[in-house]
């Protein structure tokens, strides 16, 4: 009988102990910071490739790792806050994506938290890292041609719109690249003999304003720079650019698969598979010092017949065969 009440108290202290070792494992996941200057519905998709990559480096959200995702929502004057809730916390690695806002946040927050970032401007310029082959901070992660597109972009809508005079170049004016933007984009077209008339939009309601602005000035296309903000409103713009006939370009695939006349940007889907190699490997021991940044090159050319037909407009065959993609 003594034995018996000894296994029973033996086995009842176990079953006590489990829930305390549960714990101490759950407490014992990594925890990843993510710190976007955008918002989560418009970003799922690349969220859901990151988070796949991740799994394939062995860290599957909610089993053995965890993320705590920060969203600025457009407001990019929050980001310095939100990535300080970051460190106070204490993450293993904080993934600051979404354009060139978020990165400048995070590293002026915490010198030892490794960061992962995606930056569309060079990261060295903005002093995330000494150079791109050896980083030398805490800093690593991917640069992808977004903001410099400009120049290319006017060229293949004016190969659409070869009669173009007067081209819009929609910018956010938060975003810190949009000076940059404007004078690359008025340069190139004072070069072709086009005129540009820029328009600026930070919010929906803005957006509306400037499109209207474009068919008063009677603009015959329209460029719309990358930003986090502008490509969270990528249905609205495309709809209004049907619906007042403006032929427009734009940086991302995902404005085109919005409906989108054209794009011409780089992968961000090879962008955020990057961020989650970098991620997994740092997670398993490794510097972000010794992770060379990653300059992505993988371009893409999407042309939306559906839009253009919308609009009235024929692609030239010779266009066409240059795309990486054409919906139909």
């Known amino acids: 009988m003594s034995n018996r009440r000894e296994f029973i108290a033996l086995l009842g202290g176990a079953a006590a102990a489990w829930p305390l070792a549960a714990r101490a494992q759950q407490s014992a996941m990594p925890v990843i910071g993510f710190l976007n200057a955008g918002s989560p519905g418009p970003l799922a998709h690349l969220v859901a490739i990151l988070r796949q990559n991740l799994a394939e480096a062995g860290y599957v959200e909610g089993r053995n790792m965890a993320i705590d995702y920060h969203w600025a929502e457009g407001q990019y004057e929050r980001l310095p806050a939100l990535a300080g809730e970051l460190v106070r916390r204490q993450v293993a690695v904080i993934i600051a994506s979404g354009g060139n806002l978020a990165a400048p946040a995070a590293k002026a927050t915490t010198t030892t938290i490794p960061i992962v970032f995606s ?3 060079d990261p060295v310029k903005h002093g995330l890292v000494t150079n791109l082959a050896r980083p030398g901070s805490n800093a690593t992660g991917v640069h992808f041609f977004l903001s410099t597109l400009a120049a290319k972009q006017l060229g293949l809508i004016l190969e659409l719109v070869p009669t173009a005079a007067l081209i819009g170049l929609l910018v956010n004016p938060d975003n810190q690249n949009a000076e940059a933007v404007m004078t690359e984009a008025t340069a190139a ?3 072709i003999g086009v005129k540009i ?24 296309a329209l460029v719309v720079a990358a930003d986090p903000f502008v490509f969270s409103r990528r249905l609205q713009l495309a709809t209004l650019a049907t619906r007042h006939a403006i032929p427009a370009i734009y940086a991302t695939r995902d404005n085109a698969e919005a409906g989108g006349l054209m794009s011409y940007g780089t992968s961000l889907t090879e962008v955020y598979r990057q961020i989650g190699v970098y991620t997994g490997r740092i997670l398993k021991g490794a510097k972000p010092q010794e992770l060379p940044v990653v300059q992505s090159t993988k371009f893409e050319f999407v042309i939306n017949l559906i839009a253009a037909k919308a609009l009235g407009l024929t692609v030239p065959p010779t266009l066409l065969a240059r795309a990486d993609e054409v919906i139909e």
Do not use: G, N, P
């Open 189 to 191: 077209a004072t070069a």
């Open 197 to 220: 008339d820029v328009v600026r939009a930070s919010d929906r309601d803005a957006i509306e304003a400037a499109l209207a602005t474009l068919i008063r000035s009677k603009a015959d």
């Open 119 to 121: 930056v569309t401007d």
